[in-house]
């Protein structure tokens, strides 16, 4: 997981003109602040009627995180 502090820091280098707290509310409440979160987005055509159309993944590693990439494709 990353720290509030790094995360912090990324943020204001990659989204200078976005307010800190609404970019760690987003990655917060989208990734946990799990730089391998993986959403896995279902095309439409493929659901089944009431799914949400999204898969999400925590893995804990990059090795998992390419692992769950490569099954994905």
């Known amino acids: ?4 502090s790094t995360f912090l820091a990324l943020a204001m280098q990659c989204a200078a ?22 959403a896995e987005i279902i095309p439409k055509v493929k659901r089944k009627p009431g799914d949400k159309g999204v898969v999400s993944y925590f893995p804990e590693s990059k090795e998992a995180a390419l692992k769950i990439v490569k099954n994905i494709e």
């Open 17 to 38: 003109s976005v307010h800190p707290d609404t970019t760690h509310e987003v990655a917060r409440v989208e990734s946990g602040f799990n730089p391998y979160a993986i």
């Open 1 to 4: 997981m990353l720290s509030t």
